[in-house]
Nanobody, 113 residues
Framework: QVQLVESGGGLVQPGGSLRLSCAAS????????VVWYRQAPGKQREFVAV???????NYGGSVKGRFTISRDDATNTVYLQMNNLKLEDTSVYYC???????WGQGTQVTVSA
């Protein structure tokens, strides 16, 4: 059974950094496109970042230049490094593999002074 588990969320002050992890079991991330989304209360789901199986990277406009997606094949984990965090980044962050419509449970990121 495929399972994705996000971790690393928490409370951080504006301008701070946080690294989210998405660990997979049942699949090898390197063979799939992996996407990070976020969704805040009352708002539409927002695309954050994608790491394609071939290595191509892309980011949503609101996080470009601040966030970095990466993959560690040894641990079968995808990361989202978030720098220079803003209040508007507060959200629940999800990782997903669209090919299988597999989703993690989400991890809460709260940016607050």
């Amino acid at each position: 059974q495929v399972q994705l588990v996000e971790s690393g969320g928490g409370l951080v002050q504006p301008g701070g950094s946080l690294r989210l992890s998405c660990a997979a079991s049942g699949i090898s991330f390197g063979r799939y496109n992996v996407v990070w989304y976020r969704q805040a209360p009352g708002k539409q789901r927002e695309f954050v970042a994608v790491l394609a199986s071939g290595g191509t990277l892309n980011y949503g406009g609101s996080v470009k230049g601040r966030f970095t997606i990466s993959r560690d094949d040894a641990t079968n984990t995808v990361y989202l490094q978030m720098n220079n965090l803003k209040l508007e980044d507060t959200s629940v962050y999800y990782c997903t593999v669209p090919a299988g419509d597999w989703w993690g449970q989400g991890t809460q990121v709260t940016v607050s002074a």
